[in-house]
């Protein structure tokens, strides 16, 4: 997980354990606006999540959310991050119960990335 060296990247600091910026920057072209569009677009999705999770009793809509934060988390590099859904999704196809705790544990700490990101970002 390589952080970008330029000096007005150091925003991006806070999500450096959680990203792969190389991945990242292959995908936006290394254009700064996408990729911080992006980053906003996932950093939203991920909290989003936290809060159907908490509230989520069916299986299914748990399983289309879990699915959509793994592709969003793929799609930016967060590959720890989409692991632990690809797992969590896998229990829930197979009608097993996903280990909740490790995956918002990991979810929390990315929700906790985005958050020092983001008052980065505005300061």
Known sequence: MTLPRSSCDDH????ADFIDFGHLARYTMGEPALTEELLGTFCAQVAD???LAAECRDDAKLRRAVHTLKGAARAIGAFPLAQRLAEAERALD???APDMAALMAQVEAMRGACRRWRELVVA
């Open 12 to 15: 991006l600091a806070p999500l």
């Open 94 to 96: 197979e009608g097993r």
């Open 49 to 51: 999540f936290t809060v």
